[in-house]
């Protein structure tokens, strides 16, 4: 191996890297999956449920089968084996077989030569069916009920997965308690709301394959779930990831209208094409789970932290998706960044006749996080302590191990506190606006990767990155990593050209292929710069080695003295001594052809033996401290956050460009699920399923932000960088609501905190004489 | 998401498209910037076999202080500087409507008839018969008030409140003939709910008149919605008052965005002739404002809330005015 | 009923063109399905989103709100229109180096709405462009490097 890079002789990399594709996008020529097309392709159309709950009697396709101009219309049974993003919980078909689950819920699906056409069969199909109890309550579904959504429910309930922690001892922590804080959250579902309707081409082949086209996170599972339900092995399956326009989660798991699209296609030797509207995007859903949970604090008369005892019921909708990780999720991600020396969780997911929630950006970390954050700021309040005081007498060190063993390395928490604290003005305006006025802290803790892959053990690697370089110089670089959008592409290219030491513009990125590329698991977790960082370094690292032996070779000096110069090879004290990098490769190029290169990365060992141990733990965490400053008006409750200053520790910012648009990107978020944005239901049914009644924030809307990049270099990071894609999303919320607390006086613990709910807050506060000040 | 197939007319004179009308009675629908009617049309709600598109009528056109053409773009009307300091409430409620880019295409005519809107209507077609159609398309009950009369969609064009208060006319022709009315009358008070304004079969609004009392008043329109764009109304608020000193010469208040038509309060308003527009009377009337409107829970923010917000809606809106007319409270 | 077309003549990124195109047609399929432009996004087809703009005389336009018939005899410029050749429009170069197309879904809709922003007014101010780009819906960078990116642009940099 060549030597280690020297930290700070960086050409590219930390500084701001505009993404590689940029151009493509800005004039319109990249290529998203509805973009594509194929020689007699056929429009793919699926039949919703228009009931919540109930038993299929029948489906008459006859009908809409014999309507010239359609090629294919396929029931569930045609598929019927079930598949899901995590093993242990395989309850989804690509077609509803023997139940729907929800309104939208996929009754059959239909290839014909155009919409019009498509969407008369679609009309053509008759269902009958027996109407079921609809379940829409959580709380009611941790009982035992009539007609329970799933077999697989707990004990005839529609809890489909349980989870009971206790690290410590709680009780006894509570009992020699000086402080106590009680907090019940109540949170909304929300959705990922990216602005690219999800879409897939199939096409089968008489050569035996089948290439699949779609708007996915993680090509990988969709390769698996594919070959699981059509019953092809999967070198018979080729998967393609085109552009994706956004995804944050709502493009992770295999979803059923792939799979039906593969199967339209199998089953006509056509391409076919599943495009979906808005309404269908919103009933897809796996958004973020509607949540109820409770948080009880205990702490010393200081304010050190003793004890939390959280419970939560999460409204899973009709599938279980990633849900088994989100109930985990919604405990254990409150394990930092302070030190929690007891800690006692009860977690239940419970199924409802709602389209299904799943994993979206900060999954599982957002809810739970605002809880503890609106807890800690009145835990400090009580204890009569500054917030930022509170938070670093509590914080974890480097290094530690929290109680339920996750094990922290880096963290530069107390630097973020610090940074914020002094860029905010905190100390002259913390209690001391006017009325309707307030600033707030929040802070952040999140995964940097999670340490699990889902279906295989750790000892198969996480992310593989191949280099191919012909004589030409350019380097064709290949991995399943998912650019949706995060410019994982243009790191996956700096890390390349910074390591070889070629010119940015040398390096390609080729388009996930599975076919080409090596296994990646892909855009989720917040685990590509880590992992796909990790492997592509070492790919990097590996084809400089054969660069640096041929130019070893055509200098006459050994390769320990050869030093990588800018797109050249030099003798490490005669820098005038060297041979250009094209000289370099194509020596290096004698005896093998292309040279071609690879590296991998697997977390290392870490958690503890117990059951659910794994969940959570991560090669590295992200930490975050945020401040808001807001204005509201008293008397409409309407108010808006003016800036936000955003401490983050990302361990070394590879790309700056890129966390701060992902920082950005994230409070957008953030302040979408906190100021409006909501799924708003009426029993099973949504009642909002498009982009004007699903609020996402407008550019008004939007606070200053100033992003302060304090991390220090994480040990095992690539080049010492963490996460930035999800974990800038969690300090958001609970910043704003404590900074609406310091304005008005009132505790928000139901979101999305409408004006109305400001008013009545308000309201409230004021009918108990509770005056704020000065008001 | 294409449009189910139907005839494309594209008269260039008003007396070719009435005759257009005639021949399709019943069976069309006027086409004006098609930001309103294409979105619903993609809803599959209330379709029909023609569409007259209006663009190419000259007579609709034109705008000046006194007259604006049922066919000048939202955005031709917000750039326009000289209406703006005429009608400063009328300025306010065009930079509130949508989008800039719905008001690129979306007319003042299209603006005026703009479809009333409820969550059980404005849904696509699988939504509603997953539910059950409701009496405003093909159905025949009401999701919001049980019952099977009434229809209580809200009206949430932002344009129509602040006209109204500026006492402004609809020009109309219609195949029996041309009339003037005032703008209100154009909205059917006393009707069902469902057909949302009271135009003779055909009849197409030509464009709005606005006398000259109009530009003696200041005026203001405050709108309430969750984003500061995109968003319908989920009430607007339009005042316009003529004031000497403090005291009232003329006052008008309308709201939009609460029940089925925009509406004036001239019972109201007219105690408040003659006298000083001062806070305590302001108060009092807003108060009064609020309690005389119904919403209903068929929009985004609950019924409730958007009943409070009337008397604060319509108290700074007046308010506005006053500023802007240079009086003291 | 079945579809009643009529043959429309545009101006379509400076060359002219004839297409027959059925009565009902809106003029983003047109660009899409049937001239196969792909660069202008369909995201949600009712106006709600802004993906979809495009110029028609210059003017933006919700081309999934405008009947295609009703552009015949206009000059339509589609994101592919606002660039010489293999070049970048200083919009769109604005827009790469401030790093204001993350997903890059909406940025065809926000570089043809920024250009006839910057087209009325050459020298906005940050509001201006708030207010001007309030059409266009982005999920992924909480807007602030594309109205940083506008505002580069206008002003040369
Ligand atoms: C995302 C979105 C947000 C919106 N937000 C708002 C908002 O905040 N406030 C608001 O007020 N509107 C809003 N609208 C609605 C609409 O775009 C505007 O009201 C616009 O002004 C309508 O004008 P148009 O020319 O496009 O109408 P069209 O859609 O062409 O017509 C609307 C109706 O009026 C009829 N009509 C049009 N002109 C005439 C005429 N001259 N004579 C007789 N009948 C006629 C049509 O037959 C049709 O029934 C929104 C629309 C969208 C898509
Ligand atoms: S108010 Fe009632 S009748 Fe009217 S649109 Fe809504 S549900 Fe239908
Ligand atoms: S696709 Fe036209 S506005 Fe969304
Ligand atoms: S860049 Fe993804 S939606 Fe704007």
Aim: with cysteine; aromatic share 6%; charged share 25%.
């Amino acid at each position: 191996m060549g030597s280690a890079l020297p930290p700070d002789g960086f050409t590219l990399l930390g500084g701001r890297i505009p993404y590689i594709e940029g151009p493509l996008k800005v004039t319109g020529r990249a290529e998203y999956t509805d973009d594509l097309q194929r020689p007699g392709m056929l429009v793919g159309r699926l039949l919703r449920s228009p009931w919540a709950h109930a038993r299929i009697r029948s489906i008459d396709v006859s009908a809409a089968r014999s309507l010239p101009g359609v090629y294919a219309v396929l029931t569930g049974e045609r598929y019927p084996t079930p598949f899901g993003v995590l093993p242990i919980t395989h309850d989804e078909t690509a077609i509803a077989v023997g139940k729907v689950r929800y309104i939208g819920d996929i009754l059959a699906a239909v290839a014909a030569q155009d919409e019009p056409t498509a969407e008369r069969a679609i009309a053509l199909i008759r269902v009958e069916v027996e109407p079921l109890a609809e379940h829409t309550d959580p709380k009611v579904g941790v009982t035992p009920v009539t007609d329970p959504i799933h077999d697989r429910g707990l004990n005839g309930s529609n809890v489909q997965k349980e989870v009971a922690q206790h690290f410590g001892d709680v009780d006894a922590a509570f009992a020699r308690a000086a402080q106590t804080v009680r907090v019940r959250g109540s949170f909304a579902g929300v959705t990922h709301a990216f602005t690219e309707p999800m879409a897939t081409i199939a096409e089968a082949t008489p050569d035996g394959r089948l290439t699949v086209w779609s708007a996915t996170q993680v090509p990988h599972y969709l390769h698996r779930a594919l070959s699981e339900v059509l019953g092809l092995p999967m070198h018979r399956i080729r998967v393609i990831k085109p552009e994706v326009g956004g995804g944050f989660g709502g493009k992770s798991d295999p979803l059923p209208h792939e799979i039906a699209c593969a199967a339209l296609a199998l089953e006509t030797g056509r391409p076919v094409k599943v495009l979906f509207d808005r309404e269908d995007v919103f009933l897809t859903n796996h958004g973020r789970h509607p949540t109820q949970n409770d948080l009880r604090v205990a702490a010393d008369a200081d304010g050190r932290l003793l004890a939390y005892d959280l419970s939560a019921v999460i409204d899973g909708g009709a599938w279980s998706s990633f849900g088994t990780v989100t109930t985990y999720y919604n405990g254990v991600l409150a394990m930092g960044p302070y030190r929690v020396p007891n800690f006692r969780y009860h977690g239940r997911r419970v199924y409802t006749n709602r389209p299904p929630s799943g994993a979206m950006r900060a999954h599982g970390g957002t809810n739970v996080r605002y809880t503890v954050e609106v807890a800690l700021d009145e835990l400090a309040e009580k204890v009569g302590i500054d917030p930022f005081e509170l938070r670093r007498r509590n914080a974890l060190p480097p290094h530690s191990t929290t109680v339920n063993q996750f094990r922290i390395t880096s963290t530069s928490f107390l630097a973020c506190l610090d940074a914020v604290r002094a860029a905010s003005g905190w100390d002259a305006a913390f209690r001391q606006l006017p009325y309707g006025e307030g600033i707030g802290l929040g802070c952040g803790f999140y995964i940097s990767g999670s340490n699990s892959p889902i279906h295989f053990t750790p000892k198969m690697p996480q992310s593989t990155v191949h280099l191919k370089v012909d004589m030409d110089g350019g380097i064709a670089v290949h991995s399943m990593q998912a650019d949706i959008g995060q410019g994982s592409n243009t790191l996956l290219a700096a890390i390349v050209a910074e390591v070889v030491g070629v010119a940015l513009e040398r390096v390609h990125v080729i388009r996930v292929d599975s076919d080409v590329s090596p296994i990646d698991l892909g855009s989720y977790s917040s685990r590509v710069t880590f992992m796909m960082g990790n492997a592509a370094r070492r790919a990097a690292e590996d084809l400089r080695t054969r660069l640096v032996r041929g130019a070893s070779e055509l200098l006459g000096y050994p390769p320990e003295q050869i030093r990588v110069g800018r797109e050249r090879f030099e003798v490490a004290h005669r820098p005038d001594v060297s041979v250009t990098y094209l000289e370099a490769l194509h020596r290096a190029m004698e005896r093998t052809g292309a040279l071609t290169a690879a590296g991998a990365y697997s977390s290392p060992p870490m958690g503890g033996s117990f059951k659910g141990a794994r969940a959570g733990t991560a090669p590295a965490y992200s930490f975050a401290a945020y401040v808001a400053r807001v204005r509201v008006d008293a008397e409409t409750g309407e108010y808006r956050v003016g800036k936000m200053w955003a401490a983050f520790d990302c361990g070394r910012p590879l790309n700056r460009l890129a966390v701060e648009g992902q920082i950005e990107g994230s409070i957008h978020m953030g302040l979408g699920q906190l100021m409006g944005e909501t799924l708003n239901y009426r029993g099973a049914r949504l009642m909002n399923p498009s982009l004007l009644d699903y609020k996402i924030p407008m550019p008004a809307q939007m606070p200053e932000v100033e992003c302060l990049l304090v991390g220090e270099d994480d040990p095992e990071g690539p080049f010492g960088a963490k996460e930035a894609g999800e974990g800038p999303l969690v300090a958001t919320l609970p910043a704003v609501a404590n900074a609406l607390y310091d304005a008005v006086g009132v505790r928000f613990t139901d979101l999305p905190i409408t004006p109305e709910k400001v008013v009545k807050g308000i309201e409230l506060r004021q009918r108990e004489g509770r005056p704020w000040k000065g008001e | 998401m294409h449009l189910d197939p139907f005839e494309l007319h594209r008269p260039s004179s008003l007396e070719e498209a009435l005759r257009l009308a005639t021949a399709h009675a019943g069976g069309f629908d006027y086409l004006a910037g098609g930001t309103d009617l294409l979105p619903n049309y993609k809803m599959h709600l209330n379709l029909r076999p023609h569409l007259i598109a209006l663009d190419a009528v000259a007579e609709l056109r034109g705008r000046g202080l006194e007259r604006l053409g049922a066919m000048e773009r939202l955005a031709d009307l917000e750039r326009d500087t000289e209406l703006a300091r005429a009608y400063p409430g009328f300025a306010d409620a065009l930079a509130e409507v949508a989008t800039p880019l719905v008001r690129a295409s979306g007319t003042l005519g299209g603006n005026l008839l703009v479809e009333t809107r409820c969550f059980f209507f404005n849904q696509s077609h699988f939504w509603r018969e997953s539910l059950g159609y409701c009496l405003k398309a093909e159905g025949d009950r009401c999701h919001v008030v049980p019952q099977k009369e009434r229809c209580y969609a809200t009206f949430s064009g932002d344009l129509a409140p602040v006209l109204m208060a500026l006492d402004a006319e609809a020009e109309l022709a219609g195949p029996g003939g041309r009339r003037r009315v005032p703008l209100g009358a154009i909205y059917d008070a006393a009707g069902d709910g469902i057909r949302r304004h009271r135009l003779g079969p055909g009849e197409i609004v030509v464009a709005v008149h606005l006398p000259a009392a109009a530009r003696a008043r200041a005026s203001a329109y405050l709108k309430l919605r969750v984003r500061p764009s995109f968003d319908f109304p989920e009430l607007g608020a339009a005042a316009a008052a003529e004031l000497d000193g403090g005291r009232v010469r003329s006052l008008a208040v309308a709201v939009g965005g609460l029940e089925t038509y925009p509406r004036r309060f001239d019972e109201l308003t007219a105690p408040l002739v003659g006298e000083h527009l001062s806070d305590d009377r302001l108060r009092a009337f807003s108060e009064a404002v609020m309690r005389a409107v119904r919403p209903v829970h068929n929009t985004f923010l609950a019924p409730d809330y958007r009943r409070k917000m009337t008397r604060v809606y319509v108290r700074r809106a007046v308010e506005k005015v006053r500023e802007r007319s240079g009086a003291a409270a | 009923m079945s579809g009643l077309r009529a043959l429309v003549r545009l101006t379509l990124n400076g060359h002219p063109v004839e297409v027959s195109c059925p009565d009902e047609r809106v003029l983003l399929d047109l660009v899409r399905e049937e001239l196969h432009l792909t660069g202008t996004k369909r995201g949600c087809d009712l106006g709600t989103c802004g993906c979809c703009t495009v110029l028609l005389d210059g003017r933006p336009t919700l081309s999934c709100l405008t009947l295609a018939r009703l552009a015949d005899g206009r000059s339509l410029t589609t994101i592919e229109g606002l660039s010489p050749g293999t070049g970048l429009s200083p919009v769109q170069r604005a827009f790469v180096e401030h790093g204001a197309t993350q997903c890059g879904f909406c940025t065809p809709g926000f570089i043809v709405a920024a250009t006839a922003l910057l087209g009325e007014h050459p020298h906005p101010t940050r509001e201006e462009v708030v207010r001007g780009l309030s059409g266009n819906l982005c999920r992924c960078t909480g807007y602030a490097k594309i109205i940083e990116a506008v505002l580069a642009a206008a002003e040369g940099r």
